[in-house]
């Protein structure tokens, strides 16, 4: 069975901190894809990225970055210097490589920036 | 246009009303998805289709049922609609490359509600 855990449920922080939201996941494919997806206040979910599970190399975009540690089965994402533009719900998700399967979603962590 | 439209955005029913929520791709996808997604729950899968002829249950397919009318269509169909179906719901669809190709795309959802 496959799973994506996101322990934190809530977090708040001041612009320019910067914040972790982690995930962690459980599969039996040795390969797989991760997959990281925002929610912001209208609604609409918003692909950030994908990561193959063969693909060990952290991955920066501008002041977002992943980190990805198959020892520990953890994806996580790391916002640096956040702003008020980051509040929103965050999504990490599981893709397995075997023909037949979906997408699995975590339960989401809800991010406040306030000002 | 967008990628992939669902329609309704929105819906006010009565419990017991049958109701169709729809779904068009211009992706030229074959696989399509219909997740729920309630307040600390995140996206939960309902249905998915491979392809025209395939059709299978998610994780929470009790209550629902799906049509597949096209390469292009996939309709979600609650037949006797009940309070606990209020919810958002996202359509999405996503080629058949291994990992999922570039990711999925996802509609902009219907919220449903039942009253």
């Known amino acids: 069975a496959q799973k994506v855990t996101q322990a934190q449920t809530e977090i708040s922080v001041v612009e320019k901190e910067d914040v972790t939201l982690d995930c962690v996941y459980e599969?039996?494919?040795?390969?797989?894809?991760l997959f990281w997806y925002k929610q912001p206040p209208s609604g609409e979910l918003v692909f950030l990225i994908r990561?193959?599970?063969?693909?060990?190399q952290n991955e920066i975009s501008g002041r977002y970055s992943w980190n990805f540690q198959k020892s520990t089965s953890s994806f996580n994402f790391t916002i640096t210097a956040s702003q008020v533009v980051d509040s929103a719900v965050y999504f990490c998700a599981l893709r397995g490589y075997q023909a037949g399967t979906a997408l699995i979603f975590g339960k989401g962590t809800t991010l406040s920036v306030s000002s | 246009d967008a990628d992939v439209t669902q329609t309704p955005r929105n819906r006010i029913t009565k419990t017991g009303k049958r109701i169709m929520l729809e779904c068009s791709q211009t992706k030229g996808h074959d696989r399509m998805y219909w997740y729920r997604q309630d307040p600390g729950l995140g996206l939960r899968l309902i249905y998915y289709?491979?392809?025209?002829?395939?059709?299978n249950k998610g994780e929470i397919s009790d209550g629902y049922s799906v049509s597949r009318q096209a390469q292009a269509k996939f309709s979600l169909s609650l037949e006797s609609a009940i309070p606990n179906q209020t919810a958002l719901y996202f359509c999405?669809?996503?080629?058949?490359?291994?990992?999922?190709?570039?990711?999925?795309?996802f509609g902009s959802g219907t919220r449903l509600t039942v009253v």
């Open positions: 599969t039996r494919d040795t390969t797989y894809y």
């Open positions: 990561r193959n599970s063969f693909d060990e």
């Open positions: 289709s491979f392809d025209v002829k395939d059709i």
């Open positions: 999405a669809t996503s080629d058949s490359g291994q990992g999922g190709g570039n990711g999925y795309t």
